[in-house]
T-cell receptor, first 113, second 115 residues
Framework: DQQVKQNSPSLSVQEGRISILNCDYT??????FLWYKKYPAEGPTFLIS?????DKNEDGRFTVFLNKSAKHLSLHIVPSQPGDSAVYFC????????????FGKGTKLSVKP | NAGVMQNPRHLVRRRGQEARLRCSPM?????VYWYRQLPEEGLKFMVY????????ESGMPKERFSAEFPKEGPSILRIQQVVRGDSAAYFC?????????????FGSGTRLTVV
């Protein structure tokens, strides 16, 4: 039973355009959401997070939107750059948990020059 | 300030052997998490440790797997009598507090192959 779902295994975007990566979740106890970026043969790198009390968090080219009623979040990257090509994981943390994260399966983003 | 160091990067074991994976957290980080990533899957939580204590091992298989984080030295994830299904990438992460709103810092992982 997947509590965090990334339904698009891959996404291809032209350089300079917007990349939108989506994530759905089922557990209403999740109170913190994070996005990680992963290059091949490396560990995941923290990108941006959002608390469940907010609906938007922005950091440079990266913005995360949270729609609690729909149990949906998305990561927007604008403008997309070739160096953004990586696998992006959505993760969530439940209130009262010990800090362990529930990860989605990831979306592979390819940004074409 | 070195990041989270994991070694070895690659480990090949025959079925039935033991695998030992090491993780040295970032300086000043006393919280260590181990995750496993099977092919084409996301990362799955295994265990959370603080120095000399296992805080949450709810993601650890009941048999053959154990973890420790001694007072001195790295955290060790130990897999006894490995089977082919243990082949995966094992990632360690560390943080300075129990729940970090800025996410963990992950190591580069150990890729275990069981032949």
């Amino acid at each position: 039973d997947q509590q965090v779902k990334q339904n698009s295994p891959s996404l291809s975007v032209q350089e300079g355009r917007i990349s939108i990566l989506n994530c759905d979740y089922t557990n209403s106890m999740f109170d913190y959401f994070l996005w990680y970026k992963k290059y091949p043969a490396e560990g995941p790198t923290f990108l941006i997070s959002i608390s469940s009390i907010k609906d938007k968090n922005e950091d440079g080219r990266f913005t995360v939107f949270l729609n609690k009623s729909a149990k949906h979040l998305s990561l927007h990257i604008v403008p997309s750059q070739p160096g953004d090509s990586a696998v992006y994981f959505c993760a969530a943390s439940a209130e009262g948990s010990q800090g362990n994260l529930i990860f989605g399966k990831g979306t592979k983003l390819s940004v074409k020059p | 300030n070195a990041g989270v160091m994991q070694n070895p990067r690659h480990l090949v074991r025959r079925r039935g052997q033991e695998a030992r994976l090491r993780c040295s957290p970032m300086k000043g980080h006393s919280h260590v998490y181990w995750y496993r990533q099977l092919p084409e899957e996301g990362l799955k939580f295994m265990v959370y440790l603080q120095k000399e204590n296992i805080i949450d091992e709810s993601g650890m298989p009941k048999e053959r797997f154990s973890a420790e984080f001694p007072k001195e030295g790295p955290s060790i994830l130990r897999i006894q009598q490995v089977v082919r299904g243990d082949s995966a990438a094992y990632f360690c992460a560390s943080s300075p507090t129990r729940v970090s709103n800025y996410g963990y810092t992950f190591g580069s992982g150990t890729r275990l192959t069981v032949v």
